[in-house]
């Protein structure tokens, strides 16, 4: 998917949410061969049909069935959105609504998208997830939009190079790290359940360093874009706490140890010489045994 219809969310438990998350965050614009473009695209953004503002209905405009004593009156396709959103209702279509007639979903070209960079989440369960649409938050819901997207097939294959919850320690294995998804059909939701073990790792020098092992688990399912009732398209990491806690400590080989393991290397190898020793020799013995009562001749 594309850079432009692509936001990154952030949702926990508490009911936090924080929408299209840029800080720390970057997008680079890829082609289909996976090589980085030269002109970076615009962000995905509402165009009309002609160079003035978006439509307005003078006085009191129609909602289309969604009218509630939140919303009275819709004068702008921004409030007729929001008055579905409040019902819980999908607005598929802009044809007939009066306030949208100036609205144009916009065609996105096919390419690719690479993240890299960091963000921050609370201790606490929760999920991360990069989709497509705009996203908001409404009636403490968190909605994704997809009107300004003409083109709705969107492909969710993804290469997961490197992800870490939190600083990496010598030798430490993230089990995403070199994951490679490859969808073959059209709107797929990827979920990973991610367990999150806290850690501590206390290197030679005493220093201690805080971080978080875990393990995953995936999951993979179908949206229906008639319903979207069933999740979105994209990548979504659900992260949950483990109320244990695991201390790694780096220690030094003591000389005895190395002394140790240098005595069972030489005697090892003294043991494998001696077989060899008494195999070659009982060989030969019986070899010449047998030459010497003529059961061998030239």
């Known amino acids: 998917m594309a850079c432009q219809m692509l936001t990154i969310d952030a949702v926990d438990v508490s009911g936090e949410q924080h929408f299209d998350i840029k800080h720390e965050v970057f997008k680079t614009s890829l082609d289909l061969s996976g090589n980085k473009k030269t002109v970076e695209p615009a962000r995905l953004k509402v165009t009309t049909s002609n160079s003035t503002a978006l439509a307005e209905v003078v006085g009191c405009g129609s909602c289309y069935g969604a009218e509630s004593p939140q919303f009275n009156c819709c004068k ?21 609504i009066t306030q949208c007639a100036s609205q144009k979903p916009e065609v996105i070209p096919e390419g690719g998208c690479r993240l890299n960079g960091s963000l921050r989440v609370s201790k606490i369960s929760g999920n991360f997830h990069i989709t497509p649409g705009a996203s908001y938050e409404q009636s403490h819901s968190h909605v994704h939009d997809f009107q300004n997207i003409a083109n709705r097939e969107f492909n969710s294959t993804h290469f997961i190079h490197f992800l870490s919850f939190g600083k990496v320690y010598p030798n430490m294995h993230n089990p995403l790290d070199g994951t490679v998804e490859v969808s073959h059909e059209h709107n797929l ?48 990491v659900q992260y949950e706490f ?56 030239q």
């Open 76 to 96: 702008t396709c921004d409030d007729v959105k929001k008055a579905y959103f409040s019902k819980g209702w999908a607005l598929r279509d802009y044809n007939g």
């Open 189 to 236: 939701m990827h979920t990973y359940y991610v367990k999150l073990v806290p850690t501590t790792y206390i290197a030679l020098n005493g220093t201690p360093l805080s971080t978080h092992q875990y393990s995953v688990t995936k999951h993979l399912s179908k949206i229906n874009f008639q319903a979207l009732a069933n999740g979105l398209p994209g990548v979504f």
């Open 242 to 297: 483990s109320p244990i806690m695991v201390k790694l400590r780096e220690t030094p080989r003591s000389l005895g140890h190395l002394l140790t393991a240098l005595c069972s290397i030489v005697g090892g190898v003294f043991t494998v010489a001696s077989l060899l020793d008494a195999f070659i020799f009982q060989t030969s013995r019986a070899v010449s045994k047998k030459l010497e009562i003529g059961k061998f001749s």
